[in-house]
């Protein structure tokens, strides 16, 4: 079914040539941002705010600067392709570090292994993204039906996420259920201390080789990703269809991930329009993902206009309108 409507129009799937030393610019990104990471934390400390925003900065300059490499030696679709999708990983990643947070309160990590845990967890990521976005890829171009499946998986998620912001439904409350499950299977599986030992992972205690408390915490924040990982890679294949520039702007929203959680910890109560704006934008994206099969496509610029409207408008509503969040932590036994 092929027609026009509002401004979209049908267009074929697209298949980039990428040339090799762009894969190599990604790959190199990382290892410096490696080296950055294991110089900083060879003396843990606390993170305070200057030095989070800081380098909350550098990351996200680091990542609108790739889009022009992408703009000339790919074409100027995958530019604009490139920068939705990391705005849209990058304000659905809100989210997540609001549930790191949560996390990291319950099980009262001290503030000097937060970057630690935070970098063990982007790893994973970045590891995991990679898997969900080759079999997204996979799924969509062997069924193009499953387009739908993942637009109505988004349509709940957008659901939920504006009963949220309409203070139905509180996060704290399905996060206590779904991490107590979570850290009680573990638990169960796992030879996990209640005992920090530095920033340890391993530790021998009573003779036995049992999984510290930050490796347990390490991979609750793991799990908490995958599930997190079920709304936002199918927002990003929704916007770009291409494994390099789905991939490439999943990195480069994470690798920034770890300075805006700091960022984000101090200004998130003041920002209490977001839930709206990641409603709305969980919700347009469900309308591409269910449209495509029909025929409709949105343009890239309609998508960064929609994008930059929803996330504009809550960040200035909430500093026109003052009013606080008030987070509780996930109630989670250690004992």
């Known amino acids: 079914?092929?027609?026009?409507?509002?401004?979209?129009?049908?267009?074929?799937?697209?298949?980039?040539?990428?040339?090799?030393?762009?894969?190599?610019?990604?790959?190199?990104?990382?290892?410096?941002?490696?080296?950055?990471?294991?110089?900083?934390?060879?003396?843990?400390?606390?993170?305070?705010?200057?030095?989070?925003?800081?380098?909350?900065?550098?990351?996200?300059?680091?990542?609108?600067?790739?889009?022009?490499?992408?703009?000339?030696f790919i074409g100027s679709q995958a530019s604009g392709e490139y920068l939705a999708a990391w705005a849209i990983e990058k304000a659905l990643s809100l989210d997540n570090l609001f549930v790191i947070g949560l996390i990291f309160s319950s099980f009262r990590v001290p503030r000097k292994l937060e970057r630690r845990m935070l970098n063990y967890g982007i790893a994973g990521a970045i590891v995991f993204r990679l898997i969900f976005i080759l079999a997204g890829l996979e799924l969509l171009k062997r069924f193009e039906w499953v387009s739908i499946i993942f637009g109505i998986i988004l349509l709940r998620a957008a659901w939920e996420a504006f009963q949220e912001a309409r203070g139905k439904k509180a996060i704290e409350h399905d996060?206590?259920?779904?991490?107590?499950?979570?850290?009680?299977?573990?638990?169960?599986?796992?030879?996990?201390?209640?005992?920090?030992?530095?920033?340890?992972?391993?530790?021998?205690?009573?003779?036995?080789?049992?999984?510290?408390?930050?490796?347990?915490?390490?991979v609750l924040i793991e799990f908490t990703d995958i599930m997190f990982a079920v709304d936002s890679v199918p927002a990003v294949l929704a916007v770009s269809p291409n494994r390099f520039i789905a991939y490439s702007s999943n990195i480069f929203a994470l690798l920034g991930l770890r300075a805006l959680f700091f960022v984000y910890q101090s200004l998130a109560p003041r920002f209490w329009a977001l839930p709206w704006a990641l409603s709305g934008i969980l919700g347009w994206i469900a309308f591409k993902l269910i449209a495509s099969p029909l025929g409709l496509h949105v343009s890239i610029t309609i998508s960064l206009a929609v994008l930059a409207v929803l996330l504009g408008g809550s960040i200035l509503a909430s500093i026109v309108w003052k009013k606080e969040i008030k987070a509780q932590p996930i109630k989670i036994k250690t004992n």
Do not use: C
Not at 5 to 25: C, I, N, S
Not at 41 to 56: G, N, Q, Y
């Open 1 to 72: 079914m092929n027609f026009i409507l509002f401004g979209l129009a049908k267009t074929a799937t697209r298949e980039y040539v990428v040339p090799w030393f762009m894969y190599a610019v990604v790959g190199a990104v990382m290892v410096v941002y490696a080296l950055i990471e294991a110089s900083h934390t060879r003396k843990d400390h606390e993170v305070l705010f200057p030095e989070a925003v800081k380098w909350s900065i550098f990351y996200i300059s680091v990542a609108l600067l790739f889009a022009v490499p992408v703009y000339y």
């Open 175 to 218: 996060l206590a259920i779904t991490d107590k499950k979570l850290w009680r299977t573990m638990s169960r599986f796992l030879p996990i201390s209640m005992q920090y030992d530095g920033h340890k992972l391993i530790a021998k205690i009573n003779g036995k080789r049992m999984l510290t408390l930050m490796a347990g915490i390490i």
